[in-house]
């Protein structure tokens, strides 16, 4: 099993840098990045982020979320409330039923509704 520690000496060991050259590199001490990579202490923010900077990863990469160095691309997909004659109520309360556009901006938005929420409603 993948660990951050792990992950971070494999990153250093693609460069061939020793735990001292990378501390010198990192302005750390050789002792602080051999607790890191046995996992004997737990990172700081500002470290993680540098080492992501410096060898070019994603934080979940260094994290052991994905094996993809550049990371994974997430979709954002809200989730529809179980109310969903509700939240149609609150839809058409919002719009002026007079007005052409806000009756195509209003159908727009229960369309995607319905596509995001599974209903065939």
Known sequence: MNTV???LKALRATTGL???AL???AGSKQSTINRY???ASEMPYGILLWYADYFDVSLDYIFCRTDKPQGELYE???KMSKETEQMKAFIEMCFDPDSPMN???KNT???MMVAKSGDTA
Do not use: T, V
């Open 5 to 7: 520690g792990s992950r």
């Open 18 to 20: 020793s735990q001292q």
């Open 23 to 25: 501390a010198d590199i």
């Open 37 to 39: 990579e046995n996992n």
């Open 76 to 78: 954002f997909r809200p």
């Open 103 to 105: 009756e195509k901006l």
């Open 109 to 111: 938005l229960l369309d």
